[in-house]
Antibody
């Protein structure tokens, strides 16, 4: 069955970077895109961007452009999301989500990775 | 891109029906039949319950139904059960190939 397993919780200082991984299994990794979605404590879901795992094409939400990089490692079926210049309001649970073949919805989600930004 | 507008909370008694609205603009909900809905129990990851407005993934109860009119999409849950208690989020494809989520609605089963 399809599974997305994310890396563990992180604690970072303001100004640092974090790199979260998302290991996919149960399907052909290059057949579907991966989006990253975050959720601040007690808040709603926020779409950060998307990567076409097959060719590496990315499309980031305007809010994160210049600060986020999404990359795939097709040899290990792992997608990565790196967020730089962390601020306290980046504290959130970060989810990877597999996009449908049509690219119009998210059919499987990772378990989430808590990133805490604190001095 | 502003978040889609959902009521912060809705409630209903077991067996009743409730509807959660999701209002966007002509740049997102109004332009595409690409609205999806997600159910998120407390402390868990979201789960897809509807896609492309009214398509239900296998395994999702037929007590759930989805629709859209103009810039507003709706999720209706009939025959409310205690297990339906969760946060619900709508999401729409938007111009420039992006996605936008609603602010979320907490469903309480009384």
């Amino acid at each position: 069955q399809v599974q997305l397993v994310q890396s563990g919780a992180e604690v970072k200082k303001p100004g640092a970077s974090v790199k979260v991984s998302c290991k996919a299994s149960g399907y052909s990794f290059t057949s579907n895109g991966i989006s990253w979605v975050r959720q601040a404590p007690g808040q709603g879901l926020e779409w950060m961007g998307w990567i076409n795992v097959y060719n590496g094409y990315t499309n980031y939400a305007q809010k994160f452009q210049g600060r986020v990089t999404m990359t795939p490692d097709t040899s290990t079926s792992i997608a990565y999301m790196e967020l730089r210049s962390l601020r306290s309001d980046d504290t959130a649970v970060y989810y990877c989500a597999r996009e449908s073949r049509s690219g119009s919805y998210f059919d499987y989600w990772g378990q989430g990775t808590l990133v805490t930004v604190s001095s | 891109q502003s978040a889609l507008t959902q009521p912060a909370s809705v409630s209903g008694s077991p067996g009743q029906s409730i509807t959660i609205s999701c209002t966007g603009t002509s740049s997102d909900v109004g332009s595409y039949n690409l609205v999806s809905w997600y159910q998120q129990p407390p402390g868990k990851a979201p789960k897809l319950i509807f896609y492309e407005v009214s398509r239900r993934p296998s395994g999702v109860s037929n007590r759930f139904s989805g629709s859209k009119s103009g810039n507003t999409a709706s999720l209706t849950i009939s025959g409310l059960q205690a297990e339906d208690e969760a946060d619900y989020y709508c999401c729409s494809h938007a111009r420039t190939n992006t996605f936008v989520f609603g602010g979320g609605t907490r469903l309480t089963v009384l």
